[in-house]
């Protein structure tokens, strides 16, 4: 089991910026892929970003140039830094975790909330 615990998320105005964290806890060492995903009102959940260990990076269409995945394997940690926020980023945010025993986590969401 993997225990995922968010952070970071707000209201910002548009243009701005914000970084979420996602610390996992438990079978940290069978952690394969760390990842961030978005589900806004009256829409499906959608992927944001991944980044497998020892592989590169995948974004959505929506946030390349805009946001930036890393992890911290010695914290297992995740973190999403996100620029240049728009009113259509307005979502709550989920962290994800894969294992190499193909077992999915998620967090328990944050609010990203992006207004004037």
């Known amino acids: 089991q993997v225990q995922l615990v968010e952070s970071g998320g707000g209201l910002v105005q548009p243009g701005g910026s914000l970084r979420l964290s996602c610390a996992a806890s438990?079978?940290?060492?069978?952690?394969?892929?760390m990842g961030w995903y978005r589900q806004a009102p009256g829409k499906e959940r959608e992927l944001v970003a991944v980044?497998?260990?020892?592989?590169?990076?995948n974004y959505a269409d929506s946030v390349k140039g805009r946001f930036t995945i890393s992890r911290d394997n010695a914290k297992s940690t995740v973190y999403l830094q996100m620029n240049s926020l728009k009113f259509e980023d307005t979502a709550v945010y989920y962290c994800?975790?894969?294992?190499?025993?193909?077992?999915?986590?998620w967090g328990q969401g944050i609010q990203v909330t992006v207004s004037s």
């Open positions: 994800n975790v894969k294992d190499y025993f193909v077992n999915s986590y």
């Open positions: 980044i497998p260990s020892g592989g590169s990076t």
């Open positions: 438990g079978m940290i060492s069978s952690i394969k892929t």
